[in-house]
């Protein structure tokens, strides 16, 4: 698949539930020959720094898993 062949859009965010633990989300869509796919995940964690791009990891390493994106 061309890098060009799909266009990847989202919005980040985090909450704060406890003085330790935070919830951080992602939503968003998938845009690939002229279809949508729609995502949304979350997950709670104490550690904000070592985690916040792991949203973005994740959410990309299922988007190759269902061959959506390379």
């Known amino acids: ?3 060009d062949a799909y266009t990847l859009s989202g919005k ?3 909450g704060i ?3 330790t633990d935070m919830i951080m ?3 968003g869509y998938l845009e ?3 279809s949508p796919y729609f995502y949304a995940m ?3 964690t104490n550690d904000f720094g ?3 791009l792991a949203r973005y990891e994740i959410t990309k390493d299922i988007l190759r898993e269902l061959e959506l994106i390379d």
């Open 32 to 34: 690939r020959n002229d």
């Open 12 to 14: 980040s965010g985090t």
């Open 25 to 27: 989300w992602l939503v």
């Open 17 to 19: 539930l406890t003085d």
């Open 42 to 44: 979350n997950f709670k």
């Open 1 to 3: 698949m061309k890098p």
């Open 50 to 52: 070592a985690l916040h």
